[in-house]
């Protein structure tokens, strides 16, 4: 994956750990939530949802584990948007660990516009639609 736009460094903490002695894996979806919150806020959709109503709602998420994360350590969790259509894109997202030097997990996620005071789906404000596209440059898909 190339520079993403958002990478977030954060220490692993004791708490994060289950009974295998690694971290739990609904742990990863907090550090993608994480990222993405980040992501919209560098968007300034937090702002141009409280003007206009329309803001994200998560479709559907999925990870993939590719080493196990054990305290003590330091990840960089990277959130990107791949591909960009009408009324949603997809994020990927990946967490590197710093004393593995190596990729632990990557995740996607699909986050759809939608109007909270209507009650429905959107088209993606204009706004945020620029945006995204500043932010990914020439490194993304466009879908109808």
Known sequence: MSVAPV????????????SYRH???????????????????RLGWPEVERASGVGPILQSTQARFRAPLEWPD???????VRELAEDRFTMAYEVTSQRLGRLAAEGWGVIVAFDYRAG??????????TAILELEGESLTLSP
């Not at 429905?120 to 639609?129: D, W, Y």
């Open 120 to 129: 429905s789906k959107a088209s993606l404000p204009p706004p945020v639609r």
């Open 74 to 80: 330091e990840i960089v969790v990277t959130a990107r």
């Open 23 to 41: 971290v739990n894996n609904a742990v990863y979806f907090r550090w993608f939530e994480s990222a993405r919150m980040e992501y919209f806020a």
């Open 7 to 18: 990478a977030l460094r954060l220490p692993l903490q004791w708490g994060e750990m289950d």
